[in-house]
């Protein structure tokens, strides 16, 4: 049962600290998303990718956060430095067809005190 | 472009009631849509989708949605609510665009069932 997995599922911060968040997509997808969720602003897209290559990244805060394909087993995306209002659920989904079904992962669950 | 509308961000519901969530979209191009359904502290799964084909499209845990172009709804129902359908319910849209993979996803729909 292929699923998309995240790391780690959890994690508490202290704000100015460096936040590494990793996604491994379902084998065989081109196209990963990161998401962030809350309860004020709900499921939000923060960037996606085809083949690796970064198509759309406008959701997110360019000065602190950053995403990457080093390959196609591992998506990451970066918070530096963290602020308390990066506390959400981010997601990563990975899509294999073009018809857009997308598979989430657990999520991670981020602090940042 | 596509832009999805859920109508209704909390509905609630009794045990063995119909359940209807609402959902419009906008697309410029022919729509592929989908609901997705979001249980506590878990990650969104897919519930159903339309792609072409035959517009009752049926789902997981009983559930079921009509894509009416007329009136470009993708309303999810379900005959009698369990209380395991509590949960939230996103809608989607994406389209074989040049954005294709992408979808835009609806606020949600929290479903609550009560006993």
């Known amino acids: 049962d292929a699923r998309v997995t995240q790391t780690p599922r959890h994690k508490v911060t202290e704000m100015g600290q460096e936040v590494t968040m990793r996604c491994q997509p379902i084998?065989?997808?081109?196209?990963v998303f990161w998401y962030r969720q809350t309860m004020m602003q709900g499921l939000e897209l923060l960037a996606y990718f085809r083949n690796r290559a970064p198509l759309d990244d406008s959701g997110m805060p360019k000065d602190r956060f950053s995403a990457e394909m080093p390959d196609a087993t591992l998506a990451t995306l970066k918070i530096q430095p963290s602020e308390p209002r990066d506390s959400a659920v981010y997601f990563c989904?990975?899509?294999?067809?073009?018809?857009?079904?997308?598979?989430f992962g657990p999520g991670t669950r981020l602090l940042v005190l | 472009a596509q832009s999805v509308t859920q109508l209704g961000s909390h509905v609630s519901v009794s045990e063995g009631a119909l359940v209807l969530l609402r959902c419009n979209y906008s697309s410029s191009v022919p729509p592929y849509l989908f609901w997705y359904v979001q249980y506590p502290n878990q990650g969104l799964q897919l519930l159903l989708k339309y792609t072409t084909g035959a517009t009752l499209v049926k789902g997981i845990n009983g559930f079921e949605a009509e894509f009416k172009k007329s009136e470009t709804s993708f309303h999810l129902t379900k005959p009698s609510a369990h209380m395991s359908d509590a949960a939230e319910y996103f809608c989607a849209v994406s389209a074989l665009d040049t954005n294709a993979g992408k979808s835009t996803f609806g606020d949600g729909t929290t479903l609550t069932v009560k006993p």
């Open positions: 989904a990975s899509g294999g067809a073009l018809q857009g079904t997308q598979y």
């Open positions: 084998l065989g997808h081109n196209t």
